[in-house]
């Protein structure tokens, strides 16, 4: 998902910049600055902003969060003389690696493949994390699901799996997720 809008023209902030300008913004409406891209040898040059939030983003909060982003960048515009640039708000979608407690929070009950620091790696359920520990529900051949910790730190890369089927409602449970009734 992402929303553009037309060029504007000002002089290309740095990322911690623009992080700094549109954060408390963002919080206040009920979403985070995730990442913010400055690429100013695009043609043209970009700024990319990815937000995130607990209950996801739809185009309708996109939408709002590119106006908001685009008012907030005209603020500091220094005149007309400056370089063009294109501004872009979007989601962080499900090929960005998870990195933080909040991005592991946000993903519970989805499908993750991890990396630990150690090489090895491990599919399953993500389940709750806090206090810095990510609990995955792993299905065993033949045996039922069960429940391993790690914590964030041992993780060397996380990233959501795309499902085509519907997920074991034991694996969801697990993951502490509701299990919702399959109509017959």
Do not use: C, W
Not at 91 to 117: I, M, N, Y
Not at 154 to 182: C, H, R
Request: no cysteine; hydrophobic share 35%.
């Amino acid at each position: 998902m992402a929303s553009e809008n037309p060029l504007r023209s000002a002089r290309l902030p740095s990322p911690q910049q623009v992080t700094e300008l549109l954060e408390g913004e963002f919080a206040r409406a009920g979403y985070d600055v995730d990442d913010v891209i400055v690429d100013a040898g695009a043609r043209p040059p970009r700024i990319v902003v990815v937000a995130d939030g607990d209950g996801g983003l739809d185009l309708d909060s996109l939408g709002t969060l590119s106006r908001m982003a685009s008012d907030l960048l005209d603020q500091i515009d220094d005149g007309p003389d400056e370089a063009a640039y294109l501004l872009e708000v979007t989601s962080r979608g499900v090929d960005r690696p998870l990195t933080t407690e909040r991005h592991f929070r946000r993903a519970q009950g989805r499908k993750v493949e991890v990396t630990t620091t150690d090489g090895s790696q491990v599919v399953g359920r993500l389940g709750e994390t806090s206090g810095g520990v990510v609990r995955l529900v792993v299905a065993d051949r033949g045996r039922p699901p069960k429940i391993r910790e790690l914590s964030i730190d041992d993780v060397a890369k996380a990233v959501v799996q795309v499902e085509f089927s519907s997920p074991n409602p034991l694996e969801l449970e697990l993951a502490g997720m509701p299990v919702q009734e399959v109509e017959e």
